[in-house]
């Protein structure tokens, strides 16, 4: 399927992210996300959330206690550590007593479930005023391939090269804008003992480092080349990988040796701490940060390798989609349509970190200089695309992660990784 190039007029027209994540993410398949009539029963709605950080985990509830003080349907959170979540997703949803409504991704990964008849239809509270002022784009990306909307937008977020500003200071360096540069900074912090590039890509989070394959590839072969690399159309094993792999070792020098011994929110310390220099990721490290820090924060855009190419960046929505399986239709639905509400997503914004911004065009973020910059960069971008998982599906991440931690270790041995991935990554696809 061709998907055309988002303009910058339809990312300043409101879109955003969000809006060329929909055009994106839209690529999906035949299927049907009805699954067994449910009938609204009594008690709570269930609310199974990912969002384990204190901040976010605080905010989620500060949601959940607004939305019971309405007067009518009640919910309870139920907190998961985030890659518990991520691994047990496929068994909530399976279950025969699953979890009502779950934090999660729209677009293709929530399609993989809708096709399976694990997601509930909600195209109905999409006709109410809750939703009503949501943009086409939006509503595409909370599409199945069966035409049903299974799934509401709470917030998107970007994904930059973060690094506080008093140690850029202390160490006389400033933010690259080109590959040559962003090597030139990564020698100068290495000899002021620096280890100049921090990843997190250890201890269950993995697929951190999904983030430096996209960003390579989408660099150096464009966005369009990258989403049909992730749907199949292309090989693991191409000449244009290997490109992105050849490029990735030059930088791999750079990288800090505890790597991938660390998950993000250490290596999120380390950073804060200056053993490391800077670090690719998204924002919602910044719930792993001292809200004191915030301000000394700051990122510069993934660097331009090949001028020719349009620049991409990264962009993915979150949000919820409830069972099909749930026994509180109604309530699940009454829940929703508040969780797309401006009021909901502020007083999440306002609970958690503040880095993200909300999907509810009448919704305000936080306005911090950081965030300012935030969706500049995004609604400048020539394309938005969401992230591996998202632009794929869950089922084929394991493969990237197996890979990609590979290459990390052996970068040399890049021959027989890539040629495992793409047999491995065939297996997802013929399923």
């Known amino acids: 399927m061709n998907i055309s190039q988002p303009s910058r007029r339809r990312f ?24 067994p009539k449910s009938q609204s029963g009594k008690g709570a709605v269930t609310l199974q959330s990912n969002l384990s950080a204190p901040q976010a985990k605080s905010a989620m509830q500060d949601l959940v206690d607004a939305f019971n003080g309405k007067g009518g349907a009640k919910a309870k959170l139920n907190t998961v550590a985030a890659e518990t979540f991520r691994t047990q997703l496929p068994t909530y949803l399976t279950s025969g007593n699953p979890p009502d409504l779950l ?25 109410g005023p809750e939703l009503s002022g949501y943009s086409k784009a939006l509503q595409t990306l909370c599409t199945s391939s069966a035409g049903k909307k299974v799934f509401v937008p709470a917030s998107y977020y970007w994904w930059g090269v973060f690094y506080r500003k008093s140690n850029f200071a202390k160490w006389g360096v400033k933010e690259p804008t080109t590959w040559d540069e962003f090597m030139a900074l990564c020698e100068t912090l290495k000899s002021k003992g620096v280890a100049p590039i921090g990843l997190g890509a250890g201890s269950g989070t993995a697929w951190v480092a999904s983030s430096w394959f996209d960003y390579l590839d989408i660099r150096i072969n464009g966005a369009q080349y990258h989403r049909d690399l992730l749907a199949g159309k292309h090989r693991f094993d191409d000449p244009e990988v290997h490109k992105v792999f050849d490029k990735w070792a030059e930088a791999l020098p750079y990288f800090d040796p505890n790597g991938t011994a660390l998950a993000f ?23 792993s940060t001292p809200k004191d820090q915030l ?38 639905k009454e829940l929703m349509r508040y969780l797309a509400t401006a009021e909901a997503q502020e007083i999440y914004l306002k609970g958690s970190s503040g880095t993200a911004l909300p999907t509810n065009p009448k919704a305000k973020d936080t306005g911090t200089p950081l965030v300012k910059k935030g969706r500049a960069l995004i609604e400048g971008a020539a394309d938005v695309t969401q992230f591996f998982n ?42």
């Open 12 to 35: 300043l027209a409101g879109t955003g992210a969000v809006g060329a994540a929909a055009l994106m993410s839209s690529c999906v398949t035949s299927s049907s996300s009805s699954g």
């Open 103 to 127: 934090t999660w991704y729209p677009g293709s990964v929530a399609d993989s479930y809708a096709k399976k008849n694990l997601l509930l239809d909600v195209s109905d509270i999409w006709t």
């Open 265 to 287: 929110q250490d290596a999120t310390t380390a950073l804060l701490q200056g053993r490391t220099g800077m670090m690719l990721i998204g924002t919602f490290f910044a719930d």
């Open 295 to 332: 301000d000394d924060i700051d990122f510069f855009r993934f660097p331009v390798i090949d001028p020719k190419v349009p620049m991409a960046e990264e962009g993915p929505t979150d949000g919820y989609f409830a069972s099909a399986r749930t026994g509180h239709t109604d309530e699940v």
């Open 390 to 431: 998202r632009d794929s599906s869950d089922a084929l991440q394991p493969s990237a992660d197996t890979a990609l931690t590979k290459f990390l270790a052996k970068p040399k041995e890049i021959g027989s990784i890539l040629t495992t991935w793409q047999r491995d990554a065939q297996k997802i696809w013929s399923q």
